[in-house]
């Protein structure tokens, strides 16, 4: 089984795959990991602030060919993210999608507003990261894309509405 878990920054992706591993054992692959590791190697003509855009179209196709070689090989594996896109299922044979369980982590407009000290008081709770110039505006923004390309594809999502509570038994 291959759990790929999206979701815009700072939604925790990071934490629920750690708790994912933690119960089923499944190693896990941090994509931003895989970013660091391109761009220190100098492998990538990228770097830590290139846009979004260009870093999916980078790292997806590498993230996508080591899905299908986890497959292949009966292996589990979580992967999460922000660089994979939403056009995903494209990528792979309907054999292969039986594998694959994809979810979501979206915060509401109303969460974001109520609580974006909070988000940004947790953003190094697993991963170190650099300072952010994060808004609010921005957050709502890119939550509410990600909301809509999961309705409009039928993706499964887990909505932080109210409390932040994501855990592994609403997957």
């Not at 895989?34 to 993230?63: D, F």
């Not at 594809?153 to 609403?170: A, E, P, R, T, W």
């Amino acid at each position: 089984m291959i759990i790929l878990i999206a979701g815009d920054t700072h939604t925790g992706k990071t934490l629920l795959a750690q708790r994912l591993l933690e119960k089923y054992k499944y190693p896990y692959l941090s994509i931003d990991h895989l970013k660091m590791g391109l761009i220190r190697s100098g492998r990538c003509p990228l770097n830590p602030k290139s846009n979004e855009s260009e870093l999916t179209s980078h790292l997806w196709p590498i993230v996508k060919e080591i899905i299908k070689t986890c497959i292949e090989n009966s292996q589990n594996m979580i992967i999460e993210g922000c660089y994979i896109p939403f056009s995903w299922q494209e990528d792979f044979i309907p054999e292969y999608l039986r594998y694959i369980k994809y979810i979501c982590l979206i915060f509401s407009e109303q969460y974001i507003k109520n609580n974006f000290a909070s988000i940004l008081s947790h953003e190094n709770i697993i991963e170190k990261r650099l300072p952010t110039a994060l808004t609010i505006e921005e957050l709502c923004k890119t939550n509410k894309y990600n909301l809509d390309q999961c309705k409009f594809h039928n993706y499964k999502y887990i909505l932080i509405d109210s409390v932040y509570q994501v855990g592994i038994d609403k997957l």
